[in-house]
């Protein structure tokens, strides 16, 4: 089986490190990865080093694909991505990201109609552009792009999240509901066995005794920073002796950085530390995990804190609602300073074993890479069977 991969690019995240496991995996099962893959900007996090070192397989760049929208980039890309596709002949086309879905899946299609080609053409969605980037017109103008590339372009569509499958399914109408497949996210768990905290704090220069929450994640708006850092001052306000310190890991575009910089003002007990690649090390500074993203899909941050068995407390979005069920796996709170400033004061006094527990078996149980890699295998070869039927 001949598989090529399609992403906008290797920036720091977890679709970089799902598309990196996935190329190690299909690898070892004797399969032939490509993976095409466009540039980072130069405000991004890269992550072509991690990919290199854990991932397998051909890699072509495509200079011309970048994640902001240009007309004359962009038709570029697709002519780049439809040669790759008639020089390669892949068996399937999965693309991933938003732009790398637009462009791979127009790529693939031309292919098709252009030479007969039938590569199966199917696109993960790790979150959505419909809602927490643009206004309403522009919104509703890729909701419609999406309808359109769903109905003519895509074989299958995969969901990593319960939630996400009935938001994109039934609120958005992008598909059919007979072309979604629901497969969750796989996870290296390796890391978790390698916490120690003492170590790691010193390492940092951050005191033993503090509890630390953090927020991991690109500085970018739709990770609302914001919200995290007002309801640490909100908290630290109330409590100021609390032993307690706020870390922030991710670096991003410098205007915002800045932005989020002015916001903390001379507030020390809230800390910027950039850009970490090493889970270890962010895991064993944390003593509690914290999200307030206004869109997601399969938060890989809460699966890695699930591993490291340390508490999360997130906002209710996209699939994050699958991961911690009903406050069984962790803490949902509402997206509002208060009710976050509320709820770091009840992590430092409520025993969290019994929670930690449920989340660290959900974990392993649920998100191993073997997984995603068998029930993508399975869908691969079902798909390509159809095809050779119908021809």
């Keep these: 089986m001949k598989i090529m991969r399609i992403i906008t690019r290797l ?17 070892s099962l004797g399969c032939e990865h490509i993976l095409i893959v466009g540039r980072t900007s130069s405000d991004e996090d890269n992550m072509e080093k991690f990919f290199t070192q854990n991932g397998a397989g051909k890699i072509y760049y495509i200079d011309s694909m970048r994640k902001k929208i240009n007309l004359i980039s962009d038709v570029i890309s697709i002519y780049e991505i439809y040669k790759l596709i008639k020089k390669i002949k892949p068996d399937v086309i999965h693309t991933h990201l938003s732009k790398a879905g637009l462009l791979g899946r127009i790529a693939a299609y031309l292919s098709k109609i252009e030479n007969g080609a039938s590569a199966v053409s199917i696109h993960t969605y790790h ?17 419609v792009i999406d309808r359109m590339l769903a109905k003519y372009c895509t074989d299958t569509i995969v969901a990593i999240s319960k939630q996400q499958l009935s938001e994109l399914s039934n609120k958005y109408k992008v598909g059919c509901i007979e072309q979604y497949r629901l497969i969750n996210l796989g996870i290296d768990f390796a890391f978790s066995k390698k916490i120690d905290k003492v170590a790691t704090k010193k390492k940092y220069n951050l005191d033993i005794d503090e509890k630390i929450f953090g927020i991991v994640g690109r500085l970018a708006e739709i990770k609302n920073h914001r919200l995290f850092i007002e309801s640490a001052k909100l908290f630290l306000s109330k409590y ?12 991003g575009e410098k205007y915002y950085q800045d932005f989020l910089e ?5 507030e020390h007990r809230i800390r910027f530390m950039g850009y970490l690649d090493n889970p270890v090390d962010i895991y064993s500074m944390f003593d509690y995990l914290v ?21 999360v407390i997130a906002t209710n979005v996209g699939g994050v609602l699958d991961l ?12 509002n300073i208060h009710a976050i400033s509320d709820s770091f004061k009840n992590a430092l006094s409520d025993d969290h074993s019994k929670i930690l527990s449920r989340a660290k078996k959900f974990a392993f149980e649920n998100y191993s890479i073997d997984s995603l890699i068998n029930n993508l295998n399975s869908l691969y070869t079902k798909k390509i069977m159809e095809i050779k039927c119908k021809n």
């Design 11 to 27: 920036n720091a995240g977890g679709p970089t490190k799902h598309v990196t496991w996935l190329s190690k995996g299909f690898e």
């Design 127 to 143: 979150g959505n552009t419909f809602s927490g980037y643009f206004g309403f017109v522009k919104s509703y103008f890729f909701i």
């Design 240 to 251: 100021p002796d609390a032993k307690v310190s706020f870390l922030i890991v991710g670096g």
């Design 262 to 266: 002015a916001l903390v003002g001379g």
């Design 291 to 311: 999200l307030t993203s206004i869109n997601e899909g399969t938060p890989v941050s809460i699966l890695e804190a699930f591993c490291a068995e340390i508490p």
């Design 324 to 335: 911690i069920g009903n406050n069984e796996r962790g803490y949902m709170v509402e997206q």
